[in-house]
């Protein structure tokens, strides 16, 4: 009997889509299209599936280079387990330690050049208004400040 060793590799997620088509999507299977490149240099586009017996896995979006194993000398592929991009806990402790950062910040200072939302920028919050803003007063929600105020439009 042939025995393969699992070896470790490198995957960027092509496409990461829910598979509706064998269940609910309350079961939340995803499938994950990925480019594996292996420690002897082999590449590969192969398909993965949401593990089903791992408590703390976090899916990875499109894009995403995350680790994982090859079965010997075959495209058989499974995502790492000890790759901590793929780990909520780790993910959950990166996003606090963000917060941490932004709030040791002083105000009007942006952290890491953007408002953030997990890991993308927030549609055209790319620069808060600097307290010194014209339109910046308290009798407005600070949402609105540095944008341009809509026009009112009367009912007839």
Known sequence: MLIHRWHKA????????????????AM?????????????????????????????FWPPTEGHIVGVEVEGDTENIRFDKDDP???????DRRQQ???????SQPPGSVPDGAWRAGSHVVDGWDKPAAPEHPEWNHTRGMHNAGRPVPPKHELP
């Open 10 to 25: 490198e995957a960027k997620v092509v496409l990461a889509k829910m598979n509706l088509s064998g269940g609910t999507s």
């Open 28 to 56: 939340g299977v995803m499938e994950f299209v990925v480019d594996v490149r292996t420690q002897d240099g082999r590449f590969f586009r192969a398909l993965l599936h949401t593990p089903l017996l791992w408590a703390d």
């Open 85 to 91: 991009r793929l780990s909520t806990r780790e993910h």
């Open 97 to 103: 330690s963000e917060v941490d950062v932004a709030l």
